[in-house]
């Protein structure tokens, strides 16, 4: 599917209006932004005979290369970036390649899925903005607003992940008596931080991607002399993206650190267990040395004739049970 992007002049306010390309329509000259959303091979040619360039596959945009993400090929621009996204064939959110691709002031974008960032720059770029006409008149004004996006949907997703990682904190350090409970509640809190630890880190990701191009876009800008503003619009984003790196990272190590406290009370139960297995074990071997000597077979044995014999060695054995336990608990080993 191929979506057009116009701009469209208001009063007082300026307009993208997007709507789908029929694939025996031609594309319109005003054209700025092209967004190929799972396009068939007839559409990649009809693209590619449009823009003079040559559309990625999805494999190709799979490549982790640095080569193989920004360069630049008969005038035109690729860039390829991961953006976080709900994956078609997983219910967890995955890392989705989108190309970036900038020829003669218009903008392609190639992506196989749909993610949240363009739903809310297309949703914005509908409505009045305030910034003049003149704000979607061109490919790089696009891609500027579309990584901006993609940076605040980030910060979104990172501060949803820290209000949980917080609440998280709050249960691990909960006390809690009934045991059965606190194990099934780690066991629970392990899970959890296995799943925000994986998104983080995808999510940061995506943002070690958004900003190799912001970077190459900040080169490209200062050679080529690009408008002051959109200079500066680049450099304040990247200033930005590299803030939620570091926030990112920020929340990776205190996802570690909570993971380290709960492995650790994991070990603290499981030692509880064994220390109780052993204390059960001592409270109950005085008992059982009585009755194993006892239990002795010899017709020497005065105690066998003993009337009192039977009730004093059950005396005894109890005695011996009772004493081991009522130590332990002075002092406070149970």
Do not use: C
């Amino acid at each position: 599917m191929i979506f057009i992007h116009q701009p469209v002049a208001g009063i007082g306010h300026s307009l993208l209006e997007r709507r789908p390309l029929e694939l025996q329509e031609p594309i319109p000259e005003d054209t700025v932004w092209l967004d190929m959303i799972r396009p068939s091979r007839e559409e990649d040619l009809k693209v590619e005979g449009f823009m003079g360039i040559q559309v990625p596959t999805r494999e190709e945009m799979k490549d982790i290369e640095p080569s193989e993400l920004l360069y630049v090929e008969d005038g035109a621009r690729y860039m390829t970036g991961r953006v976080l996204s709900k994956v078609s064939d997983s219910e967890e959110p995955g890392l989705a390649g989108i190309t970036f691709i900038l020829r003669d002031n218009r903008l392609v974008t190639v992506r196989y899925e749909e993610p949240q960032a363009f739903r809310m720059y297309t949703q914005r770029a509908g409505r009045s903005t305030g910034n003049g006409p003149a704000s979607f008149t061109s490919g790089e004004t696009i891609l500027a607003g579309l990584i901006e996006t993609v940076i605040d949907r980030a910060a979104d997703v990172l501060q949803l992940q820290g209000e949980r990682i917080d609440r998280l904190s709050g249960k691990i350090f909960e006390v809690q008596d009934d045991p059965s409970a606190r194990n099934t509640a780690l066991q629970d809190t392990l899970r959890a931080l296995g799943r925000h630890g994986d998104l983080i880190s995808k999510q940061r990701e995506s943002l070690v991607s958004m900003e190799r191009i912001l970077l190459s876009l900040s080169a490209t800008y200062r050679s080529s002399k690009a408008p002051r503003e959109l200079r500066e619009d680049v450099r304040s984003t990247l200033r930005d993206l590299q803030s939620l790196e570091e926030h990112a990272t920020f929340l990776s190590t205190k996802i570690q650190f909570l993971l380290d406290a709960t492995l650790g009370l994991v070990n603290l139960e499981q030692n509880n267990i064994i220390k109780l297995f052993s204390v059960m074990a001592v409270v109950f071997m005085p008992p059982t040395l009585i009755a194993s000597i006892y239990g002795m077979n010899f017709k020497a044995m005065p105690e066998l004739d003993w009337g009192l014999g039977y009730p004093m060695a059950v005396i005894m054995m109890v005695v011996a049970a009772v004493l081991p336990y009522v130590f332990f608990r002075w002092k406070r080993w149970l």
